[in-house]
């Protein structure tokens, strides 16, 4: 299979029009280049305990120190330039997402997934980085343990960037479109977020919160992969100082499709 074609594998239909691009702010606050991507803690911050909020959906705080939060934002920051840059994806309906999205691996765009940004410009999409593969990797391990089955076969190969700038979130949904059932990996970066966990058969409450600061890692798997979720608040002017990031937040997620 060539890099360019497209191979679709979705639910419902798109809108013509197509998503919008956009290009990234410039950050408010600068650190000095901390050149390649490099790990994390071993252990998580202390201030805040590890969490299972509910089955198979893991919360470890703290898990990306400063270092790390600032490389993968000066990564994103290379992703989101065009070709197959960032964007505000448009829904079947013609609504415009609030969030602005880039992708790596495989080019999500409501609901498919192909080779290529077929809602801009058609390019071909980015390569998933060798690094963020492995931090994925290592975050599985980390939620539940590096013996797990879940860790010992997790195979990423798609990520969804996005940035929800000051008034973006993000409506309760599945990840649906993905074969296999391997953990969806998230981290946060930038001002804090409530994201907002319903159950696998229904999108409307009882919900619980969760709330993810910069450094917090999330993964949900097991019983609970399909689990809808959504981010219907961020927090404006709560990032720590240093990210790089401009005024908002970054959400990398990462998942195993199942796709050839």
């Known amino acids: 299979m060539s890099v360019g074609a497209p191979i679709i594998r979705g ?8 998503g919008v691009p956009t290009a990234l702010l410039p950050a ?4 000095p280049p901390r050149g390649q991507l490099t790990l994390l803690h071993d252990e998580p911050s202390t201030d805040r305990p590890v969490s299972e909020p509910l089955p198979g959906v893991v919360h470890i705080p703290g898990w990306l120190d400063m270092d790390a939060q600032t490389a993968l934002v000066e990564q994103f920051r290379t992703w989101a330039l065009p070709p197959a840059g960032l964007r505000h994806p448009r829904m079947p309906t013609g609504s415009l997402m609030s969030v602005q999205s880039v992708c790596l691996g495989w080019h999500w765009a409501p609901y498919s997934y192909t080779r290529t940004a077929d809602d801009t410009d058609g390019a071909p999409v980015k390569a998933m ?39 973006a979130k993000l409506g309760l949904h599945q990840d649906a479109e993905e074969i296999a059932d391997a953990p ?30 910069s450094g917090d890692l999330l993964v949900f798997g097991r019983a609970n992969r399909r689990i809808f ?22 959400s990398i997620t990462v998942r195993q499709t199942g796709l050839a």
Not at 11 to 18: E, F, I, K, L, Y
Not at 187 to 201: E, H, M, N, Y
């Open 11 to 18: 639910r419902g239909a798109r809108s013509r029009r197509g």
């Open 28 to 31: 408010t606050d600068l650190r």
């Open 129 to 167: 980085p060798a690094d963020l593969v492995a931090m994925a990797r290592h975050a599985v391990a980390a939620a539940y343990g590096a013996g797990s089955p879940d860790a010992r076969s997790y195979e990423p190969d798609a990520a969804l960037v996005n940035l929800y700038a000051p008034g």
């Open 184 to 213: 969806v990996v998230t981290i946060s970066i930038g001002d804090t977020c409530t994201f907002r966990l319903a159950a696998v058969d229904r999108r409307v409450g009882p919900f619980v919160d969760v709330e993810l600061r």
């Open 229 to 250: 979720h959504g981010v219907p608040k961020v927090a404006d002017g709560t990032a720590p100082p240093g990210t790089g990031l401009p005024p908002g937040r970054l």
